[in-house]
């Protein structure tokens, strides 16, 4: 069922494709070129100077959808690899503060090229690269972030061996002093390289970060088109945070951003005795995987063509249609997780979603225990950057945290300093 009035079969945007769609020209200007100037989603650790050339580029050669991949991603590389350069030569002068954002730079540089999702052999080997160079940025900074390999020990035959994420302390942590944990979950596109913004706010806050992606996207070891795959992925996970004497384990939370709602929903029923609370922010669980909300939304909000993308994370390739008639697998309604006891929860979400509906979290306030929720009336997904002024207090309230948010939000990177 739909929430009240059926918002999404009826929203009048189905028949206004956004002009972006157009051409990478038009993408630039209605919606890349601000944020870039801004240094927020999707040109998260980035400087402008480094995209005007690119930029150019891609449009003397006008580009648009269906995009070529890899023509596409290729106009990126001679920026990121002088960005790299400029890195090991300020690495090797001592100059590590110069040095990380380099890097970093670099890595945003890479991220852009295979944004969405690495499709093609130069956006995968886009990802490679960028990934490179995003762990020796987060090495070097004054508050240093490790990445870390563990076995994926509950994984089955067919999956990834190994569950790679980055885990970061505040400086003085010890067994004697353990700190919060908040757990972040990546979405479609924005993989741990980008999402990394946020563990300087909650590391100045004494709270421990793990950050890691979800099925079918980034270094995650899941079978994609497995339903269950994700809980196999975080029992190795809580595995291993279990064992960390650093963390306080009263004190853990989980928050999953825009296809992470749809895992940290997931993960608030199916291991709710591992987490003191869950944010869901964006996602979805029933009516995104609908063929009806499959076949409207690739022209919308979304920079590119977004059921494709989908239909790509959940492990369908090139095969959109068959995708709109598996994908109900996957819905939390029809498998009961819904059903089931969960951890404290809360579900944000801007009210005009394009990219999943937000009658899938009215759909979630139906079943189950009662949960928290917040909607963001008259914006879009996420509801940014509101919903993090909703979503920061609640976490400090769980965590049991004093702060501001406004001044969380101010040490999330958005300028360069070099």
């Not at 909650?202 to 070891?221: A, C, N």
């Not at 296809?259 to 669980?285: N, S």
Request: overall charge negative; proline content about 7%.
């Amino acid at each position: 069922m739909a929430a009240p009035g059926g918002r999404f079969f009826v929203q009048d945007v189905w028949d206004k494709p956004a002009e972006h769609h157009e051409s990478f020209k038009k993408l630039w200007e209605m919606k890349y070129k601000e944020a870039c100037d801004q240094g927020v989603y999707p040109f998260m650790w980035s400087s402008p100077a480094d995209f005007q050339g690119i930029v150019e580029e891609l449009i003397e050669k006008n580009l648009g959808e269906p995009y070529n991949w890899d023509e596409y991603a290729q106009t990126f590389f001679p920026k990121a690899e002088e960005l790299v350069a400029k890195a090991e030569a300020a690495e090797k002068e001592g100059n590590q503060e110069k040095a990380s954002e380099f890097y970093m730079r670099a890595s945003a540089v890479y991220r852009i090229s295979r944004f969405p999702a690495p499709r093609s052999e130069k956006q995968r080997y886009a990802w490679q690269e960028g990934k490179k160079a995003a762990a020796k940025g987060l090495a070097l900074r004054e508050r240093p972030t490790k990445e870390v390999t563990i076995p994926h020990k509950h994984g089955i035959a067919g999956e990834g061996k190994e569950v790679t994420f980055y885990y970061h302390l505040p400086p003085g942590t010890t067994a004697a002093k353990p700190v919060p944990l908040v757990i972040i979950l990546t979405g479609l596109d924005g993989y741990r390289t980008e999402l990394s913004v946020w563990i300087e706010g909650w590391s100045q806050k004494g709270v421990g970060v793990i950050v890691l992606e979800i099925p079918g996207t980034g270094d995650s070891p899941a079978a994609p088109n497995d339903p269950k795959s994700p809980d196999r992925e975080w029992s190795t996970l809580f595995d291993w945070v279990d064992q960390q004497p650093e963390i306080d384990h009263s004190k853990r939370l989980l928050w999953g951003f825009s296809t992470g709602g749809y895992y940290a929903l997931r993960l608030a029923h199916t291991h709710r005795d591992k987490l003191a609370g869950v944010v869901a922010l964006g996602g979805g669980c029933h009516h995104m995987f609908s063929p009806e909300w499959l076949s409207r939304i690739s022209k919308l909000e979304y920079p590119f063509d977004l059921a494709e993308t989908l239909a790509y994370k959940w492990g369908y390739g090139n095969d959109l249609e068959k995708f709109k008639k598996e994908g109900m697998k996957f819905s939390l309604i029809n498998d009961g997780t819904l059903d089931l006891p969960c951890t404290r929860l809360l579900l944000v979400n801007g009210v005009d979603d394009e990219v999943f509906p937000i009658d899938d979290y009215y759909e979630c306030l139906l079943r189950g225990q009662p949960k928290e929720v917040r909607f963001m009336d008259k914006t879009k997904h996420m509801g940014e950057p509101h919903s993090f002024f909703i979503i920061l207090p609640w976490v400090y309230k769980v965590l049991g945290l004093e702060g501001n948010p406004a001044d969380q939000m101010k040490t999330v990177p958005s300028r360069p300093k070099y």
